[in-house]
């Protein structure tokens, strides 16, 4: 059975310019979080959506956004770049938004210059 | 936000020692989750702990819910090389849809 999968694997930005990373959960499940792990650090939550709608949010400024589609894949965009944006972004999926069964991605390793 | 302390912050044992790592707060949590994550991969979840003085194991992992319930433990018994990777723990409190993963602790195996 496929995980869940990230795109792209990695990428490089500059500052000021906008991104977007995707999400695809394991198949059945209906909550995506996303979370920012910065090098030597452990993840910190951004966002979780269930069924669409945005179920929780991180300490995050706004140019921090997200959705969820039908499908139940997700996208998280950052808009205005700056040098300390560079970091693993994690998704993670599961069943309903419980925090016991999520399974993560492989993350995007973003580097903003 | 919340921080979670881990210690130590790294590592270095010998194959088949047994290996100890603790998880402070100081906010309550009343779930507390122990995460591996190795390199150039996410998070795997090893163990889940839901009651105050709870003690699960995962075969040679053992965790505890501390009593205060702004601590946890983790016990790695006759390390073995694949247990190489960063350890983190996660807490979660009551009514919040958040998660708080602690600082980690990386641990290296000496074959």
């Known amino acids: 059975d496929a995980g869940v999968t990230q795109s792209p694997t990695h990428l490089i930005k500059t500052r000021g310019q906008q991104v977007t990373l995707r999400c695809s959960p394991i198949?059945?499940?209906?909550?995506v979080s996303w979370y920012q792990q910065v090098l030597g650090q452990g993840p910190q939550f951004i966002f979780q959506?269930?069924?669409?709608?945005?179920?929780g949010r991180g300490n995050f400024p706004d140019r921090f956004s997200a959705r969820q589609f039908p499908n139940y894949s997700s996208e998280l965009n950052v808009n205005a770049l700056l040098l300390g944006d560079s970091a693993l972004y994690l998704c993670?999926?599961?069943?309903?938004?419980?925090?016991?069964?999520?399974?993560f991605g492989p993350g995007t390793r973003l580097l903003v210059l | 936000g919340q921080q979670l302390n881990q210690s130590p912050q790294s590592m270095f044992i010998q194959e088949g020692e047994d290996v100890s790592m603790n998880c402070t707060s100081s906010?309550?949590?009343?779930?507390w989750l122990w995460y591996k994550q190795d390199p150039g991969e996410g998070p795997v979840l090893l163990i889940a702990?839901?009651?105050?003085?709870e003690l699960t194991s995962n075969g040679r992992l053992t965790a505890q819910f501390g009593i205060t319930r702004k601590d946890s433990f983790l016990n790695i018994s006759a390390s073995i090389p694949s247990d190489v990777g960063i350890y983190f723990c996660?807490?979660?409190?009551?009514?919040?849809?958040?998660?708080?993963f602690g600082t980690g602790t990386r641990l290296t195996v000496i074959p």
């Open positions: 993670a999926s599961s069943l309903r938004t419980s925090w016991e069964t999520q399974y």
């Open positions: 198949s059945g499940h209906k909550s």
């Open positions: 959506y269930y069924e669409k709608e945005e179920r």
């Open positions: 906010s309550i949590f009343n779930t």
């Open positions: 702990l839901y009651k105050a003085g």
């Open positions: 996660a807490g979660r409190q009551t009514g919040a849809n958040n998660l708080f």
